[in-house]
């Protein structure tokens, strides 16, 4: 059964940070992985999705690695703004569903 | 492109109603729809997979008599939450499947009384 983790729970940096968050899965036998964004009462906006061949993608101020064989994913957000505040989600998919970690809750403070 | 709703947004109900909630793709057709669950502080937890015709599948764990799902057209799956309890109150969010990409709607905030 694939089980998603997400470290740290909760981080909290100055404005202007760069910074990092983990994802480990362990199961390797993905499709691919995706990171999304979920604001407080809200549903999920989609960030990066990595297929499982690939080794990493890039959206703006995002970046996200991938690395299949030893089950880690992170997020890299740089230069970080009071709105990048929010619960950061990881997600694999295996063969037909997606598996998502309890997410990273990331406050920036101006 | 790839909107995904949900109606309502939140909703307040008594222990023993039931509650539908919807779930619509708005610029694409979606053969396949997920029903998932969110409690305070934890991750999603798939509910149940539906198919555009079929009878929907549920995960382990997941009373398929209590959550009712219907995927009656491309466009357009229900669930129905039935006989309300207040351990049922959660954040329910749907999603719709566009080629291997999901798309998340909204989510509902369900508080039973």
């Known amino acids: 059964k694939q089980e998603v983790t997400q470290i740290p729970a909760a981080l909290s940096v100055p404005e202007g940070e760069n910074l990092v968050l983990n994802c480990s899965f362990t199961?390797?036998?993905?499709?691919?992985l995706q990171w999304f964004r979920q604001d407080p009462g809200k549903g999920l906006t989609s960030l990066l999705l990595?297929?499982?061949?690939?080794r990493e993608q890039t959206s703006g101020r995002l970046n996200a690695s991938l690395d299949k064989s030893s089950g880690r994913s992170t997020l890299y957000i740089a230069a970080s703004q009071p709105g990048d505040s929010a619960t950061y989600l990881c997600?694999?998919?295996?063969?037909?569903?997606?598996?998502f970690g309890k997410g990273t809750k990331l406050t920036v403070n101006p | 492109g790839a909107v995904v709703s949900q109606h309502p947004s939140w909703v307040i109900c008594k222990s023993g109603t039931s509650v539908k909630i919807e779930c619509r793709s708005l610029?694409?057709?979606?053969?396949?729809m997920f029903w998932y669950r969110q409690f305070p502080k934890q991750s999603l937890m798939l509910m149940a997979t539906?198919?555009?015709?079929?009878?929907?599948?549920?995960e382990q764990g997941v009373e398929k008599d209590k959550f009712l799902i219907n995927h009656a057209s491309l466009t357009l799956s229900t669930l129905t939450v039935t006989s309300a309890h207040p351990e049922d109150s959660s954040f329910y969010i749907c999603?719709?499947?566009?080629?291997?990409?999901?798309?998340f709607g909204p989510g509902t905030r369900l508080t039973v009384l």
């Open positions: 997600a694999v998919r295996g063969s037909e569903k997606l598996v």
């Open positions: 990595i297929q499982s061949s690939q």
């Open positions: 610029d694409f057709q979606a053969t396949t």
């Open positions: 199961d390797s036998a993905i499709y691919n």
């Open positions: 539906s198919n555009e015709g079929s009878k929907a599948t549920y």
């Open positions: 999603s719709a499947a566009r080629g291997e990409t999901q798309y």
